[in-house]
């Protein structure tokens, strides 16, 4: 049976295990995956050293390691050395352990599966880390390179005055485990009242109350986005197709069962 993991410092609750099994279970693919707790950085060279030694096929990598990581890889993809970031790992054809960055294309593919617009709009990421910097690749690719970073890192503006920047132009993509809509009173007021675009990379909905209270077509969650770039994880894997015989459909109404149980 082939193993893999998902690895980050706190994967307790994460959806990717019930994503993997179910694709494993449903094409028939003698194959298990788990999630592990990592509790500093210097702990992820035990888990390549697992993918070199032939006892994991293959992880994905989570908060806070999708940088740090990298330093324990023999060689990145074209991706993920331009992003700077991988959430995905395993051996190449050349038996070297390789990074690769499948964050970017699950977020291309939510955001074709939406039709969200970006054109004259104001782009604002919140966030510089894995998740954020991929986005930015994203979106340059798709001819979208003016953008806005919020962090707490001052790397570009402070957080704190996210709020005061909104406008009808704006079109924010959060980038954090932070839930700022749900949270985040002077977020939620703003978005309640003003025609922006919210889009969340978190695949936790927001509650039925908060979601009732903003308009259609102006806030969007990251479970299309976590679901495609696992399809693209199990790709590099297996090194073959293996995606296109997935039942989305399927999964997403599994998914949701297990988000509502």
């Given at each position: 049976?082939?193993?893999?993991?998902?690895?980050?410092?706190?994967?307790?609750?994460?959806?990717?295990?019930?994503?993997?099994?179910?694709?494993?279970?449903?094409?028939e693919i003698s194959a298990k995956y788990n999630t592990v707790n990592i509790d500093r950085a210097f702990n992820c060279n035990k888990i390549i050293k697992k993918i070199r030694?032939g006892f994991l096929e293959g992880i994905n990598v989570t908060n806070p390691y999708k940088i740090s990581i990298m330093k324990d890889l023999d060689i990145l993809d074209s991706?993920?050395?331009?992003?700077?970031?991988?959430?995905?790992?395993?051996?190449?054809?050349?038996?070297?352990?390789?990074?690769?960055?499948?964050?970017?294309?699950?977020?291309?593919?939510?955001?074709?599966?939406?039709?969200?617009?970006?054109?004259?709009?104001?782009?604002?990421?919140?966030?510089?880390?894995?998740?954020?910097?991929?986005?930015?690749?994203?979106?340059?690719?798709?001819?979208?390179?003016?953008?806005?970073?919020?962090?707490?890192?001052?790397?570009?503006?402070?957080?704190?005055?996210?709020?005061?920047?909104?406008?009808?132009?704006?079109?924010?993509?959060?980038?954090?485990?932070?839930?700022?809509?749900?949270?985040?009173?002077?977020?939620?007021?703003?978005?309640?009242?003003?025609?922006?675009?919210?889009?969340?990379?978190?695949?936790?909905?927001?509650?039925?109350?908060?979601?009732?209270?903003?308009?259609?077509?102006?806030?969007?969650?990251?479970?299309?986005?976590?679901?495609?770039?696992?399809?693209?994880?199990?790709?590099?894997?297996?090194?073959?197709?293996?995606?296109?015989?997935?039942?989305?459909?399927?999964?997403?109404?599994?998914?949701?069962?297990?988000?509502?149980?």
């Amino acid at each position: 049976m082939k193993m893999f993991n998902l690895i980050g410092g706190n994967t307790t609750n994460s959806l990717s295990p019930y994503i993997y099994n179910f694709i494993f279970n449903s094409l028939e693919i003698s194959a298990k995956y788990n999630t592990v707790n990592i509790d500093r950085a210097f702990n992820c060279n035990k888990i390549i050293k697992k993918i070199r030694l032939g006892f994991l096929e293959g992880i994905n990598v989570t908060n806070p390691y999708k940088i740090s990581i990298m330093k324990d890889l023999d060689i990145l993809d074209s991706a993920a050395k331009h992003i700077g970031a991988t959430n995905c790992i395993a051996l190449n054809q050349n038996n070297q352990v390789c990074g690769y960055n499948t964050d970017w294309v699950g977020f291309t593919q939510m955001v074709t599966n939406y039709k969200i617009n970006f054109k004259n709009k104001k782009i604002k990421i919140i966030g510089y880390g894995g998740a954020a910097l991929a986005v930015k690749y994203a979106l340059e690719n798709m001819g979208f390179s003016k953008i806005e970073f919020y962090n707490r890192k001052k790397i570009g503006f402070d957080v704190l005055d996210l709020a005061k920047s909104l406008d009808e132009q704006s079109l924010v993509i959060n980038a954090t485990p932070y839930h700022f809509i749900e949270n985040d009173l002077l977020i939620f007021d703003k978005i309640k009242t003003i025609e922006l675009v919210w889009i969340d990379l978190l695949y936790t909905k927001l509650s039925t109350e908060k979601e009732q209270e903003i308009a259609k077509n102006r806030y969007f969650y990251g479970l299309d986005m976590l679901i495609y770039q696992a399809l693209a994880s199990i790709d590099i894997w297996f090194r073959k197709n293996i995606s296109k015989n997935v039942d989305l459909n399927g999964l997403k109404l599994y998914l949701k069962e297990v988000i509502d149980a």
